[in-house]
């Protein structure tokens, strides 16, 4: 069983900036979509960006020119870079891998609260 486990989010003024990180371990043994989604109180879970490799990437329009996304060279971590963070990008956001093609996450990370105060 794989798992994920997030770190880097935590308290920013508005236009700072933030790196989350998320570390896949265990029994992930071919390479998968990972990414970000995000929920913000009484809101849907979003996908904000995912990373198959660096020719294959999704960003929200939400965030696009803002938050960066990249994986490690072996393929079992991923970051996201947020510059220019704003009240509203204020969410706990989990780290996800699927398979290409999949639909649907397989697994998931804890979650990590980003605050950004106006």
């Known amino acids: 069983q794989a798992q994920l486990v997030e770190s880097g989010g935590g308290l920013v003024q508005s236009g700072g900036s933030l790196r989350l990180s998320c570390l896949a371990s265990?029994?992930?043994?071919?390479?998968?979509?990972m990414g970000w989604y995000r929920q913000a109180p009484e809101k849907q879970r979003e996908l904000v960006a995912s990373?198959?490799?660096?020719?294959?990437?999704y960003y929200a329009d939400s965030v696009k020119g803002r938050f960066t996304i990249s994986r490690s060279h072996d393929n079992n971590s991923v970051y996201m870079q947020m510059n220019n963070l704003k009240p509203e990008d204020t969410a706990v956001y989990y780290c996800?891998?699927?398979?290409?093609?999949?639909?649907?996450?397989?697994?998931w990370g804890q979650g990590t609260q980003v605050t950004v105060s106006s």
């Open positions: 265990g029994s992930i043994r071919e390479i998968m979509v």
């Open positions: 990373i198959y490799n660096r020719f294959s990437t």
């Open positions: 996800y891998a699927k398979r290409r093609g999949s639909a649907d996450p397989l697994y």
